[in-house]
């Protein structure tokens, strides 16, 4: 059975950075693509950024240049590390395992503001 979980969440003040880690378990990392999600207050879950198990990545155009996907398969991790953060990424990030079907994590709260 695939476990994901996510780590690094926390509160930071505007421009600073945080890195979030996804551990997965019981499954092979390297099938997968990874991706990470965000849902904020009364808004839907969307689409961060992902990578490939082949390693080429997608980002959403609000956090293109700030936030960098990366993924070592020989620790079963995903990271997102997040640059210049802002009160509008504020939200619950999710991590995602996708092959045949999707998998997700508990979520981890990130909160930008002083």
């Known amino acids: 059975q695939v476990r994901l979980v996510e780590s690094g969440g926390g509160l930071v003040q505007p421009g600073g950075s945080l890195r979030l880690s996804c551990v997965l ?4 990392f390297t099938v997968y693509s ?5 849902q ?11 990578i490939t ?9 609000s956090v293109r ?12 991790t995903a990271y997102l590390q997040m640059n210049n953060l802002k009160p509008n990424d504020t939200a619950v990030y999710y991590c995602r395992a ?8 508990q979520g981890t709260q990130v909160t930008v503001g002083s």
């Not at 996708?98 to 994590?105: A, C, D, T, Y």
């Open 98 to 105: 996708s092959n045949w079907s999707h998998h997700w994590g």
């Open 34 to 38: 990874m991706g990470w999600f965000r």
């Open 25 to 28: 378990s019981g499954s092979i």
């Open 65 to 76: 240049g700030r936030f960098t996907i990366s993924r070592d398969n020989s620790k079963n």
């Open 53 to 61: 198990s082949e390693g080429n990545t997608r980002y959403a155009d």
């Open 40 to 50: 904020g207050p009364g808004t839907q879950r969307d689409m961060v950024a992902v």
